[in-house]
């Protein structure tokens, strides 16, 4: 999963949100150097990735997608599926993308003492091009995935792969769903008792 699925699946509970967040950025292992929230969010993020690895929907999901692509399966995946959310977030969640975005990018600005170079970056940037917000234009898709195969060790030209994703977007779609179901369910017995509603 992408930013804003972990977000989503974080909870209402925003240090745990940017735990969810930084699931992307901090490596190794937690020894207290965070607030404990933070922390929470950072290992709920790395049993959602182990389940989503695993899970028969995802598992499928890679395999719809043509031969040359596999290798960067994951990638694609989640970015896409934060596509598919992103379209269809009021399904997922009552506050509005933009308002939800916004009030995160402001909560994630008190931590930028603590954040790593590449969370920073984002923090700085995100609020000012929509990045979690553009998930949800086909048009942007492409461009976000241009940018995640520039960093690759051999530099990968990502967006090409939108055709073969959106070709498959009403099988895709349903992948997502039934693992979106299961990952809430598990998210939701994995929250801190005082932040369930």
Known sequence: MNYLAHLLLSGPDRDVQVGGLLGDFVKGPLRGEL???IEHGIRL???????????????SAT?????QWRRYRGILLDIYFDHLLARRWGDFHDTPLAEFCQDFYRHLARHQA?????ALHFC?????VHWL???RLPDAVPTVLDNVGKRLRHQVALGDAWPALDAERVRLQQDFETLMTDL?????HAAPQESRP
Do not use: G, K, M, W
């Open 35 to 37: 607030p404990p929230r």
């Open 133 to 135: 917000e553009s998930y």
């Open 184 to 188: 809430i369910e598990f998210a939701h």
């Open 63 to 67: 395999n719809r997608l043509p031969a």
């Open 114 to 118: 603590i954040l790593p170079a590449r």
């Open 124 to 128: 700085q940037v995100a609020p000012q």
């Open 45 to 59: 993020h790395r049993r959602i990735d182990v389940i989503t690895d695993r899970h028969p929907a995802f598992v």
